[in-house]
């Protein structure tokens, strides 16, 4: 009679999974969660200004940016699936070292394109002729932050 091996060993790292599924999980949340709470929290500071034109500058601004940088998102999907699938340690950091560098490529391209990206998407956006001036104010300073939330 063929004897199975004993199944405990699986059932005992099977019970572990969600606690190294949320290990996993929790930095992908809060990355996808960081532009749009930003642009909440500019919001939240500029609702208690005097002029409401700033609170629209900002709305507009934020939910541009959000399109922009959502539109990246295969950077942080790819990666995290390739390096899933990595074996060694030497390719998840070689791995991570090539998104970087991609991100800060795209990065530098959307600050030497941030005018022309600001007037269409104020244009797409149909934004009232006096918002044109604050958001770009906005989108300008924002811009700088490409790097920081690309990598």
Do not use: E, N
């Given at each position: 009679m063929a004897t199975r091996p004993s199944s405990d060993s699986n059932i005992t790292d099977n019970r572990d999974i969600p606690g190294r599924l949320w290990s996993l999980a929790w930095p992908m949340i809060l990355g996808n969660l960081s532009?749009?709470?930003?642009?909440?929290?500019?919001?939240?500071?500029?609702?208690?200004?005097?002029?409401?034109?700033?609170?629209?500058?900002v709305a507009i601004g934020t939910s541009l940016l959000a399109f922009?940088?959502?539109?990246?998102?295969?950077?942080?999907?790819?990666?995290?699936?390739?390096a899933a699938q990595a074996s060694q340690r030497e390719e998840r950091s070689a791995l991570l070292?090539?998104?970087?560098?991609?991100?800060l490529i795209i990065a530098t391209g959307l600050l030497a394109l941030g005018p022309l990206?600001?007037?269409?998407?104020?244009?797409?956006?149909?934004?009232?002729?006096?918002?044109?001036?604050l958001a770009s104010s906005y989108l300008s300073i924002r811009?700088?932050?490409a790097p920081a939330v690309l990598v």
């Open positions: 532009v749009p709470l930003l642009g909440l929290v500019d919001t939240a500071v500029l609702g208690h200004l005097d002029d409401s034109r700033y609170l629209s500058a922009l940088y959502w539109g990246f998102g295969f950077l942080r999907m790819g990666t995290t699936g390739a070292f090539k998104a970087m560098v991609l991100a990206l600001t007037s269409m998407g104020l244009a797409a956006m149909d934004a009232p002729g006096d918002l044109h001036g811009l700088f932050s």
